[in-house]
Nanobody
């Protein structure tokens, strides 16, 4: 399993970012996929989940209404559109097949 995230960066409060993740080494189209995040000094937090065909999505209360998860099974890609970002969204974001199968992460920093 290989998962490679990209798209993180520094953004001002209220701004937007789109994270991407490219998967390989397993039949991506058959698996539910997740985004997790880990803020400085805190534990791993689940953010969002998407069903294998992309029709079912769920979100944590902390991001609901601001973040949108999506996927492209032809490109083996997972996305997270993040809008109206807040300083408390600052974290390393991970694309994950499971809690223990995730990428190296991409840093998102929300600061003025």
């Amino acid at each position: 399993v290989q998962l490679v995230e990209s798209g993180g960066g520094l953004v001002q409060p209220g701004g937007s970012l789109r994270l991407s993740c490219v998967a390989s080494g397993f039949p991506f189209r058959l698996y539910v996929m997740n985004w997790y995040r880990q803020a400085p000094g805190k534990g791993l937090e689940w953010v969002s989940r998407i069903g294998s065909d992309g029709t079912e999505t769920t979100y944590s209360d902390s991001v609901k209404g601001r973040f949108t998860i999506s996927r492209d099974n032809y490109l083996n890609a997972l996305y997270l559109q993040m809008n109206n970002l807040k300083p408390e969204d600052t974290a390393v974001y991970y694309c994950a097949k499971s809690l223990i199968e995730r990428g190296q992460g991409t840093q998102v920093t929300v600061s003025s």
